[in-house]
């Protein structure tokens, strides 16, 4: 006889199920910790032993400093540093992007589709990141990557290794952070055009590596610590200048002048402190940039499309001594313009 069970039913039968076998389970680990007694001569665990092995060991950090880490692995704004500190950051990033690539015709100002081709790549990120009290309320830094990138298509089939684009950044707190209040941040830097520009690079014999133009962008920052849970949240702006004297071939046309479009972003999650050593983070970011303006040698003009990327990640820290700890993120584009996969370890290491 055929029994059908309704999807309301499952969780309520599953429970029953789990409380019918409760005592059972309970009595079979008492007769197994009693036999392991009398065989091996070692009592049975009792409720101080057991509190006493989930104890603060000495050497522990406290959950708000383990927090505060975490929040430095999820993304180095929610942090400042002591005056007159260093803190040099080790982060080994690796993205995928796989995507359908519209080839289109733009010279008279609208799209006109020619061919669509698939466009794999991976890039592999090595960036050391700088950090240096300037007040204990004021932190400067500097960011340096170095970037190895693989990509197969239509064009070019091959690797590029060079140096990304140099960051510089400062981060202020204008009040002084309290116990359980909101901590705010404010948040400056400019990106500079140090790597392979995608506006400059032949597309047929290497990869850009870098934005191309210089950007500044101002954001602001809140924390609120509320042991063993942290909550984050954060927006930003950014305005980039443009990209001249280009003599780029752009199917069939020459690329003479770029105006990117300005950007806006806004980020949100928390933090939770499994133990003195483990935490475990989720968050989400959203990245929005406006349309970009494209002026060909002609004089003729076109625009992008408005783009947004949206990332879901997940990530976990582990403090292996009180100089260290490694953390690792795991993020998942949810949008056509986002990786479809990101990887981040960092190993933040004061000096």
């Known amino acids: 006889m055929k029994i059908s069970l309704t999807p309301a039913l499952v969780p309520a039968l599953a429970a029953v199920g789990l409380f019918v076998q409760l005592p ?4 079979d680990s008492a007769s197994s910790a009693t036999l392991n007694a009398a065989t091996t001569g070692t009592p049975p665990a009792t409720s101080d032993a057991v509190r006493d092995a989930l104890a603060k060991k000495e050497g522990d950090a406290d959950n708000t400093t383990l927090l505060k880490e975490t929040l430095t692995a999820v993304d180095k704004q929610y942090s400042l540093i002591r005056k007159g500190k260093v803190q040099v950051n080790y982060e080994f990033g690796y993205t995928y992007i796989g995507q359908e690539k519209i080839n289109t015709d733009l010279s008279s100002g609208t ?4 061919s669509i081709e698939n ?23 500097v960011t340096l990557p170095m970037i190895s990138r693989y990509s197969d298509n239509a064009g070019f089939s091959g690797v590029s290794h060079t140096v990304g684009d140099v960051g510089l950044g400062v981060r202020w707190q204008p009040q ?22 995608p506006y400059k690079v032949d597309v047929n014999k290497g990869l850009a590596t870098g934005g191309g133009v210089t950007t500044f962008n101002a954001g602001a920052n809140v924390t609120r610590i509320v ?37 806006f972003g806004f980020g949100l999650g928390f933090a939770y402190a499994l133990s003195y050593k483990i935490t475990t983070s989720f968050s989400f970011q959203e990245s929005i940039q406006g349309r970009s303006t494209l002026t060909l040698n002609n004089g003729a003009q076109a625009k992008t499309q408005t783009q947004s990327a949206g990332i879901l990640s997940i990530g976990a ?31 933040p290491l004061s000096l």
């Open 119 to 141: 466009t794999n790549s991976h890039t592999i990120t090595n960036t050391i990141m700088a950090d240096y009290g300037v007040r204990n309320n004021l932190t400067a830094n």
């Open 24 to 27: 059972a389970l309970a009595q």
């Open 317 to 347: 820290g582990y403090r292996m001594s009180p100089k260290t700890t490694v953390n690792v993120t795991v993020g998942a584009g949810l949008t056509a313009a986002a990786p479809n996969l990101s990887l981040t370890v960092s190993l």
């Open 227 to 263: 042991d063993p849970v942290a909550l984050f949240g954060s927006v930003n702006l950014g305005y980039s200048l443009k990209a001249k004297h280009l003599n780029q071939d752009l199917y069939g046309n020459t690329l003479h002048e770029v105006k990117p479009g300005a950007s």
């Open 176 to 197: 002084e952070v309290k116990r359980d209040e909101i901590a705010y941040t404010i948040t400056g830097g400019v990106r500079l055009p140090t790597g392979a520009s």
């Open 111 to 114: 799209a006109t589709l020619f």
